[in-house]
């Protein structure tokens, strides 16, 4: 079944710094790819869309300039939290869909992020 | 506003014990319902789709059905490994993309 890989699964860092996700599609080709964001006891929310060779999607409420997308290839995207603050920690979780745009989206393991 | 509900937010049942799980809708063009099963710090997994009222999906213990404007999990004779957070999500049309809509998911614990 369609994998898709997300690194690292969990990372801790100072306030101030810059944390970068990547999610990799592994035996597809992924030309969209959705970033989530889920705290504890939540549903999860989506953040952006991520378009291969474009400019990502975002989500209203998400600063563009606080969470960077990339999506160099058909099989990477990458998710870069800037300046970290204590409040971006959360579980933030990568997604792709295999084929059309009716098929069910297929999720990474997730990233958890503390922030300090 | 498009909205998804899913009830009980938590529940425990005996190995064995067969229950449901609701998911309510209200949304303004539904294009698919999914459930997801999430495991404590893993992304979800996805289950069933359902597109239309009256269709119903099965894989081993669990079983997914869908009216207009609720969907079912049906867990029966539940095991221990079922325990996890099963997730729901509807698909609408917005802004000319698809979205996905999530729930904020019930916790289910099985004990042996």
């Known amino acids: 079944g369609a994998v898709v890989s997300q690194h690292p699964s969990w990372v801790i860092c100072k306030s101030g710094t810059s944390v970068k996700i990547e999610c990799r599609s592994l035996d597809f080709q992924a030309t969209t790819m959705f970033w989530y964001r889920q705290f504890p006891k939540q549903s999860l929310m989506l953040m952006a869309t991520s378009n291969e060779g474009s400019k990502a999607t975002y989500e209203q409420g998400v600063e563009k300039d606080k969470f960077l997308i990339n999506h160099a290839s058909l099989t990477l995207s990458t998710l870069t939290v800037t300046s970290a603050h204590p409040e971006d920690s959360s579980f933030y979780i990568c997604s792709a869909r295999v084929g059309r745009d009716n098929s069910p989206l297929h999720f990474g393991n997730g990233t958890r992020l503390t922030v300090t | ?112």
């Open chain 2, 1 to 112: 506003e498009d909205q998804v509900t899913q009830s009980p937010e938590a529940l425990r049942l005996q190995e064995g014990e067969s229950s449901s799980l609701n998911c309510s809708y209200t949304v303004s063009g539904l294009r698919g319902l999914f459930w997801y099963r999430q495991d404590p710090g893993k992304g979800p997994e996805f289950l069933f789709t359902l597109y239309s009222a009256g269709e119903e999906k099965e894989k081993e213990r669990l079983k997914a059905t869908l009216t207009k404007k609720e969907s079912f999990l049906h867990i029966t004779a539940p095991k221990p490994e079922d325990s996890a957070t099963y997730l729901c999500a509807v698909r609408i049309l917005m802004d000319s993309s698809y979205k996905l809509i999530f729930g904020s998911g019930t916790r289910l614990l099985v004990r042996p």
